[in-house]
Each structure stands twice: as C-alpha cells, then as structure tokens.
C-alpha cells in the first residue's frame, strides 16, 4: 500500500484535538465523542442526550421484576441466573462471575430479605413442590396468621379443588398450626411412620381417597313374611375401606378378611396398577381391640390423612391442599 492509500485509510484528526484510541472492541474514542466502525470508513457517533445503552438495560430491568410479587423475587434471589450470559450467581454476590453483569438492586435486596426472614427463629416458610419433588416457590410466613385458598394472602386462583378460604396457618405458643377453614376437600398432612386413625377418617394414598369405615351392622335377618334375602356369602370383617369418587360418589369398597389391609399397586387386598404415584406397597391398617392405625410402607409419594379441626406442624412435613402439595421447613438454629 502506498503513503497516499495509507493517508486515505486512516481518520482524520481535527487540528488541536488528541488522537484516537482504539478499544478492544474495535471503537474510536475522540474527544468527548464515541466513534463506532458501523460502515467502514463511516464511524458512527453518539447523539448528545441519548442515555448510555446500561441505563436502557436498568430501565428494563425494573420493568422485569415489577409484575412479580415479594416470595416470587426471594425466590428468583435465591436462584438467580445472569441476564447476560445465563451463568448462576451465588447469592451475596453483586455481580456475574463469568461476564462481570452487576446483579439487579431488585434481586440484591430480595437476597437481604431472604437472609433476614431466616434469621429469624420465630419464622416458617412453605415449599412449593413442583413435579419430580423439585422444590418452586417459596412463602415466607412473616405474619401472624397467612390464609390460603383462591382469595386470602398464599392464593391458588388455579386449582380448582382449593375453596375460596382453604386453610390458615398461624403460629401459637412459638409452633406453626394449620387450621382447616372448612373448605370442601380438607387438609391432609403426611403420614411418619404409623399414626392412629378412627372410623369416618379419609386419606390420600396415589392418585386414590379413601375412607375407613367400621363394618355395618348385619341385616340379615329374616322378613316378616319369614323370607331370608338370598346373597353372596359373609365373611367376619373388622373394617371396611372405601374409595372416593370425584364429587363424593363411592367406588370400589373393600371389606378386611383379617384385622389388617394393605392398599398399593400390586400384590395388596386393594392394588390400583394404573395409577402411577402409588408404590407396589404403598400403605396398610390395621385393627387391635376395636382401633386402628395406618401405616405408610416407606412409599414413595407419601400417605395423607386428613386434618380434623387443626394441627401443629413440625420441620419437614407435607402438606396437601387442593392439588397443591407443601413442604414445612422451620429455622432450627
């Protein structure tokens, strides 16, 4: 290349002003202006007032997190994911350690929260547990009471078996409680081990609801014209279980042979092979003296009875709303 080409290729400096410096990134810094190689030979330069691309990028991020709520941005802190290179930034840390993105004031104070809420030990959260056991949103229990339903402050506006006013949870004497408000399908929590049940209590077990019932009194007897029904034969049963249909019909109803059954997949006095969340063994009653008990045989999916009344709640149990399934978790520090 000759000097004349070389003189032609090169930007022109006004008299008086400082040379350009080339960035890393290919642009010209002239003066006080920015100049961009958009076209060769054509740099591009900043129009006085336009705000800088970074503040664009801060507008649109308050617009991001505007429409969520206060749990859904504690959620998003404790997970947060750069909005730039899509890296995971552990919570604490004020900017991407792979691209160097500052993390939104939005989600920094979020993380403040969260920390807070858990150093308190007089306070509770619920897990919201998605498909495959993963954990969702999270609902810090800041208040005294927190009601749950389609209205009220925990609300599931998309469940159509949550009633209006479901359930509350509120704290008494430093314990989390959960109050049935008299919704329509109850509040189940999850069986530990062996619990005690009583004739009239309904559980959850698979996809299946089922009732325990004491066996009815005989009816066998004759007419009064003398005449004795004809039927199958009866068998000495201590108990029977029920299944619930949707809308509070009955379907299946199975009588105990023995002062025990076991309900499951196969292989039990009442197998379901279709449905996908019983396990092959997945619970059994049992009867002594007149009592019973219901046992979860280490099940995958658990075994829910329904509350009557109230209950307190301990670190880590689950409980069944709706379709809404919930993990306790407590500050134990």
Known sequence: MCSNELALAAPRIPTGARPPVKSASGAFALGSLSMRGSQPGFP????????PARQDH?????????????????????????????????????????????????ILNAQTLF?????????????????????????HLKAEQHIVGRNGQLVFPDDP???PKHANFFYRDGK???????????VYVRVRGTVDIAAGDTFLAGEQVFRLEATPRASDGQEADGTYFYSSPKHPSPFRLSQILQGGGYGMTVCARSTTLQVGREGGDLNFPMDLYMSGSH????????????TDMNSRNGTYV????ERDLTH??????????????????
């Open 44 to 51: 591009a330069v900043d129009h006085p007032g336009r705000e």
């Open 58 to 106: 801060a507008t649109a991020s308050k617009l991001d997190f505007a429409h969520l709520s206060q749990e859904q941005l504690m959620e998003q802190a404790r997970n947060y994911v750069c909005r730039s290179c899509s890296s995971g930034v552990p919570m604490g840390h004020k900017f991407c350690g792979r691209c160097g993105t500052a993390v939104p004031p939005e």
């Open 115 to 139: 920390f807070g809420d858990m150093q308190n030990p007089a306070k509770a959260k619920l897990i919201l547990i998605r498909g495959e056991g993963m954990d969702g949103l999270s609902f």
């Open 161 to 163: 078996f949550v009633s």
């Open 176 to 186: 989390l409680v959960v109050r049935d408000e008299g919704s329509l399908n109850g």
């Open 283 to 294: 619970c059994r009653l049992e009867e002594h003296g007149g009592k019973f008990t219901l």
């Open 306 to 309: 329904r509350i009557k009344g």
């Open 316 to 333: 880590g149990d689950y409980v069944f709303i709706g379709r809404k399934l919930l993990r306790v978790e407590l500050n134990t520090n």
